[in-house]
């Protein structure tokens, strides 16, 4: 981050859900799905690239597939990087060669409706919120507001009703120390009731409830992790519209037309 912008990583690697490959879809992975002419890989990358807050841009995916589609056009991004054997291995990947001391922004590549002025709002959040692990989520007025009709899984805090975005920032001498816990996480994290587990049995209840605050949960992830976690809350609700079944590709084909 030498020129103060970020360095982003784009995860576009893994297989074909089968309910895209049911559906006749036959692409390396649903980053390659289109949503009119362009991919949603496309459409993250540009967004990327005309993101004033970011620099160098490394795209994790299979580099034939890259190769098929963009004609190896480096225009989108600097690296192509062969994925790992799931996503966290994928993650460590696009991280390797990068200076320890560097906060990287990493993007799913399924989030086809994010934009340059999202991306640099939530950068401008993490320079704001020193941590090693920022956690991108946003808020469930904003994305209602705008997006009533897209599904999320959402999870009441005491400060608000939170989902997961598609953009989160780790330091990069982190990424190793947290790849375990991280695998955790990533596994769950469609699951609040698992995701509280994996703090405490007893935080369970009281997400249910709405009774734990994002405090609570930011030293509960210190102590697992051994690093500093912390949530940046959005209100840019691109960030969070993410394609997880062909559903989710038909309304967001539904809200491009529109």
């Known amino acids: ?22 559906a006749g879809y036959d692409v390396a992975n649903k980053a390659y799905l289109r949503i009119g002419p362009t991919t949603m890989l496309e ?6 690239r005309g993101a004033t807050s970011v620099g160098r841009i490394r795209c994790v995916t299979q580099p034939e597939a890259y190769a098929a589609e963009f004609a190896d056009d480096r225009s989108l991004c600097d690296d192509v990087v062969a994925p790992g054997t799931d996503l966290i291995d994928s993650l460590l990947a696009g991280f390797a060669g990068i200076d320890e001391t ?17 991306l640099d709002a939530f950068s401008r959040r993490v320079r ?11 808020r ?9 009709q897209v599904r999320h899984t959402w999870v009441r805090l005491r400060e608000g009703t939170f989902c997961g975005a598609g953009v989160s920032a780790i330091r990069a001498g982190a990424a190793t120390r947290v790849a375990s816990i991280l695998r955790d996480f990533a ?11 994996l703090f405490s ?46 559903e989710d590709l038909r309304e967001i084909e539904r809200i491009v037309r529109g």
């Open 1 to 22: 981050m030498a020129d103060g912008r970020f360095t982003a990583v784009a995860l576009a690697g893994g297989e074909l859900e089968e309910d895209f490959r049911d």
């Open 201 to 246: 049995p007893f935080l369970v209840v009281r997400v249910a409830l709405g009774l734990v605050g994002i405090g609570e949960l930011e030293r509960r992830a210190d102590e697992l992790t051994g690093v500093v976690c912390r949530g940046i809350a959005c209100d840019e609700p691109e960030l969070a519209v993410n394609v997880d079944r062909l």
């Open 102 to 118: 560097d906060t990287v922004l990493v993007v799913a590549t399924d989030v086809p409706l994010v934009t340059p002025a999202a």
């Open 187 to 197: 596994a769950a994290r469609k699951s609040p009731a698992r995701l509280a587990s």
């Open 128 to 138: 704001a919120t020193p941590c090693d692990l920022g956690y991108g989520c946003v």
């Open 140 to 148: 469930r007025e904003p994305h209602v507001a705008a997006y009533p």
């Open 43 to 48: 459409r993250v990358l540009r967004a990327l």
